[in-house]
């Protein structure tokens, strides 16, 4: 029973979201109070857009929410002044990076009550400094990575937080390094990890307890079907079928492109160089073909300057968010744009 609500509930959601959000128009959203710039990271099927904003420059870094044009700035752990959120689930909790009283940036859950938003510390790994959650599922789990040494990506390890749980160290391909990037309803975490004598970098799939070493490159999100988008070791957008295969995504003509985020309809949010390789462009790629985010912006934000630089998340409606530039300034705003609807896979 339960489970019908939810699902009849995330229909009615996703009518709401049509009509907010028209197939095919880009939506600037709006930045809080004093914020010069901000980014969409992730989203829930509920369209909630978990980012960051901030002034720019060496200002502070804040958590924020965004939904139905409002956006909302969490609190962090302490009042040190840095704090990302990455990704929300749909029960509305939000997962990310705060820095600690002592200091140290650590894997951070926001979840809401009746007063607001609390931050809620998840800890690191055994003697481990610093931690970052990177994704939620709809069952609370949690994936990242923590790491001992803030500058040196090389001494991370890909941790799993069950929900009430302690850090789980998720293991490497033999190598000093690891991380946790996307998971799936199922628990299926995807990510990568240095090979054992850290000379390569290889996408990895986590299940029950195993590892499957993908080949060369980074895996950074999984659908409920197991398909998974991510980039080869030459920066190329790939997605990878269940059994492992491996399939190169098309381009816009330039050399560079990354699968951020994958739907349940096979439908892929990243970004890829333009022919000139002089700048990035938001992309979606439907039946492996890219087709330009920008292609949606309305003749106004064009003569503005703005362009889509970035999708970094996806949701079941097709919604899409990420980060959109405005030339000649350093105006970032997050965005959304939701895309023609797919057929499920």
Same mark, same amino acid.
């Not at 060369?216 to 079928?241: C, E, F, K, T």
């Given at each position: 029973m339960a489970h019908g609500l939810l699902v009849a509930g995330l229909c009615l959601g996703m009518q709401a979201l049509a009509a907010e959000f028209p197939a095919g128009q880009v939506t600037l959203l709006p930045l809080p109070a004093g914020a010069l710039q901000g980014s969409g990271v992730g989203l829930n099927d509920w369209g909630l857009v978990a980012g960051t904003s901030g002034a720019g420059g060496a200002s502070p870094v804040h958590a924020t929410l965004w939904q139905h044009g409002v956006s909302i700035v969490l609190p962090g752990l302490s009042n040190q002044g840095y704090a990302t959120a990455n990704g929300a689930n749909e029960r509305g909790w939000v997962v990310g990076v705060s820095v600690a009283a002592n200091g140290d940036p650590h894997a951070t859950l926001w979840r809401r009550s009746s007063i607001g938003y609390h931050a809620q510390d998840l800890g690191t790994q055994g003697t481990g400094r610093y931690s970052t959650a990177v994704a939620v599922n709809a069952n609370g789990l949690v994936a990242g990575y923590s790491t001992f040494v803030v500058t040196n990506t090389l001494d991370a390890r890909a941790t799993l937080w069950p929900a009430g749980g302690q850090a789980v160290d998720l293991g490497t391909l033999g190598g000093s390094f690891s991380s946790a990037y996307g998971l799936n309803r199922a628990g299926q975490v995807v990510g990568a990890s240095a090979t054992a004598d850290n000379s390569a970098i290889?996408? $990895?799939? =986590?299940?029950? &307890?195993?590892?499957?070493?993908?080949?060369? &490159?980074?895996?950074?999100?999984?659908? /409920?079907? &197991?398909?998974?988008?991510?980039?080869?070791?030459?920066?190329?957008? $790939?997605?990878?079928?269940? /059994?492992?295969?491996? $399939? =190169?995504? &098309?381009?816009?003509?330039?050399s560079f492109s990354s699968g951020a985020a994958i739907n349940n309809a096979g439908q892929i949010a990243g970004w890829a160089s333009i022919p000139s390789d002089t700048l990035f462009h938001a992309v979606y790629w439907q039946d492996d073909v890219a087709v330009d985010l920008n292609d949606f912006l309305d003749d106004e934000a064009r003569a503005e300057g703005w362009y889509l630089s970035y999708a970094n998340g996806i949701n079941a409606a097709g919604l899409v968010t990420g980060a959109a530039f405005r030339a000649g300034t350093p105006e970032i705003r997050p965005f959304v744009v939701r895309l023609p609807r797919a057929a499920r896979q």
């Open positions: 290889h996408a $990895v799939l =986590w299940q029950d &307890g195993s590892m499957r070493d993908l080949g060369p &490159g980074y895996a950074n999100q999984i659908n /409920d079907s &197991g398909h998974i988008a991510g980039m080869d070791d030459a920066s190329r957008a $790939v997605r990878w079928l269940p /059994d492992g295969t491996r $399939v =190169w995504l &098309g381009t816009l003509g330039g």
